[in-house]
């Protein structure tokens, strides 16, 4: 039995374990053919195992499994390649507020495989924690039940639980919160107890490196949950984002945590500090007292600072990333260039004017430019005005990077109302000769001809991302035709990603009036959004002409009666154009 347990484990064990499944496959293999043989068999299983002899049958001087998994280093590269499969497919089962994935699964099988594993496949599932719940919920449960006395916690705190809390809880390296399945009251009862015990210290994570932290508002509930993040913070902390959507109904004991902040946490390299939408009190004190003692700080996402402040960052010439949220009506102004360090910059206010007045004493060269605009409160010629004055404040050769975004005015949500660009509106944007990606998606382009079209085209000839109308909420019919679309892949060679709404209805051109420098190889994916089709034969011909690699064409349901099967002939033109690369022997999946 045991020649064959051997022998099988080194036939699986030979998989490509690039896919997590492959790993999943692997440990679940382990845990049955371990649970289907019997003790003695176990045991001699067992006095080979990988923490006792290194992988490798005394028998026959032959590895248990492939030598490379004997290799540390190895092993957690692999389980980190499991961990980030979750983030590129977040799919899973949300049970208890934690959701279960292909990746924590796999982990799971893979701690329960072997004792060499066990070690780096805690680590990696440990290493992110989604909320506290997991290991508030490894103490008896006494401890954190709604119906037992949480008051009485302290009175049964033990050596057992601080060993169990303080195993898991050394490997967390981000932590999001709070607990959305726990009180409020049981939380702090926990953590106070945990934290009360004679060989704790603060703080209870000590390798924790980044705090996301969320509160909770709610027509019917309230939680700030901030004085929680006394028993999290410490000098390894070098990234915290702070969601304080209960702002400004902190309480004293609240406040002085958030005071705390700089000094239990002088490391930070990245904060984000959020707050709701047109707040009645600017938090741009307390935020510019928190800012102002840290001295290597490289991204900052808050409020408007005050000039102090912002004078003091920029003699730092450590800032990379800002971003600044224009909360209300009410904020200090700044006047200054900003560092030449920053390669990120971004604005957003509830109104178009909010973000026109912040602008007109900046100067600054970023590399990304990104405006967040309050819709509600906004107008096309307040969008005008905004896009007017950006020549004079930003590098016309730096700014490789533009997206205007449009938001609601008093909620943190995306807008329900769109503009329609034409281009007068563009045209003080086409001075930007460097950019790579333009992305105006949000907006309307029923007022864009085929003649604007052109002249973007030859303006940003160096353009490799473009997204022009394809979330517009309303849907409106475009008015460029494929015409548009092939000036852009004429006039921009380099253009890798296309989201394009345009009229495939009419104006589509033959196999032989597609200019020959209109063929684009690099493109593998174009998003079409709610653009009407009526001829697929022509379209798919025309498309498959113009980007020969073209493997997907994405598209959206259309609501409106005028054009209801348009969605449906894209999907024709996409079966169409993978048949014809399938033909020519290349994959298309």
């Not at 002899?53 to 390649?81: C, M, Q, T």
């Not at 050394?170 to 399945?181: A, E, F």
């Not at 060989?199 to 939680?223: C, D, G, N, V, Y």
């Not at 004078?311 to 990333?321: A, K, R, V, Y």
Request: a neutral charge.
């Amino acid at each position: 039995m045991l020649d064959q347990y051997h022998t099988e484990e080194r036939t699986l064990s030979g998989h490509d374990t690039s896919n997590p499944n492959c790993l999943l496959a692997l440990a679940q293999y382990h845990l049955t053919r371990r649970r289907d043989v019997g003790d003695s068999t176990l045991t001699a299983l067992s006095k080979r195992s990988c923490s006792e002899s290194n992988g490798v049958d005394d028998r026959d001087g032959k590895s248990s499994f492939h030598r490379a998994l004997l290799v540390p280093e190895i092993v957690r590269l692999i389980f980190g390649f499991v961990q980030a499969w979750d983030e590129e497919n977040p799919a899973g089962e949300c049970i208890g507020f934690i959701t279960q994935t292909e990746g924590k699964r796999s982990l799971a099988y893979l701690a329960r495989t072997c004792h060499f594993f066990h070690e780096p496949a805690i680590d990696a599932l440990w290493m992110n924690l989604e909320s506290i719940d997991p290991l508030i919920k490894l103490l008896p449960r006494r401890m954190w039940e709604k119906n037992r006395y949480p008051l009485l916690v302290r009175k049964f705190m033990r050596k057992k639980h601080w060993d169990i809390f303080r195993k898991y809880a050394s490997r967390v390296k981000t932590l999001r919160g709070p607990s959305y399945g726990l009180s409020t009251a049981t939380q702090h009862t926990v953590m106070a107890a945990i934290a009360s015990y004679p060989k704790a210290t603060r703080p209870l994570f000590p390798q924790l490196t980044e705090i996301i932290w969320r509160e909770i508002r709610m027509f019917h509930r309230s939680e700030p949950c901030v004085s929680l993040l006394k028993y999290f913070m410490g000098p390894s902390v070098t990234q915290i984002t702070l969601k304080l959507h209960c702002w400004p109904y902190h309480i004293p004991s609240e406040m002085n945590v958030l005071a705390e902040m700089s000094n239990l946490c002088p490391n930070i390299v990245s904060f984000t500090a959020q707050f709701p939408p047109s707040s009645h009190n600017d938090p741009c004190e307390e935020v510019g007292e928190i800012v102002s003692n840290w001295r290597k700080l490289r991204a900052l996402h808050s409020c408007a600072l005050p000039q102090s402040v912002m004078d003091q960052l920029i003699s730092q010439n450590t800032l990379e990333s800002l971003a600044i949220e224009l909360n209300n009506s009410i904020y200090p102004p700044f006047i200054g260039r900003l560092p030449e360090s920053l390669h990120t910059f971004s604005l957003g206010g509830s109104s178009a004017m909010m973000c026109t007045r912040y602008l007109k004493n900046v100067r600054v060269s970023p590399t990304s430019l990104t405006l967040r605009i309050g819709a509600d409160d906004s107008s096309i010629e307040d969008v005008a005005d905004l896009f007017r004055i950006l020549p004079d404040h930003f590098s016309h050769t730096t700014v490789q990077t533009f997206t205007p975004e449009l938001t609601s005015s008093y909620w943190m949500s995306r807008s329900t109302d769109t503009f329609r660009l034409d281009l007068a509106v563009l045209r003080p944007i086409l001075v930007f000769t460097s950019l790579r990606t333009v992305d105006l998606s949000f907006f309307s382009t029923a007022g864009l001809d085929d003649d604007a079209c052109t002249l973007m085209a030859q303006s940003w000839s160096a353009l490799e991302s473009l997204a022009l109308g394809t979330v517009d909420i309303l849907m409106e019919r475009p008015v460029a035709t494929v015409r548009g679309l092939i000036a852009f892949l004429v006039r921009c060679p380099c253009l890798t990603n296309l989201a394009m709404v345009f009229d495939g209805t009419r104006c589509i051109p033959e196999v032989s009036d597609i200019p020959s420098g209109a063929v684009n190889t690099r493109m593998e994916r174009i998003d079409v959004a709610h653009s009407p089709l009526t001829d697929v034969n022509a379209m798919a011909t025309c498309l498959g002409t113009l980007m020969p690699c073209l493997k997907k064409v994405d598209v959206v349901q259309l609501g409106r009666e005028d054009d209801g099967e348009s969605g449906g002939r894209w999907e024709e033109v996409q079966k169409m154009l993978s048949c014809s690369l399938r033909s020519q022997g290349i994959n298309t999946d």
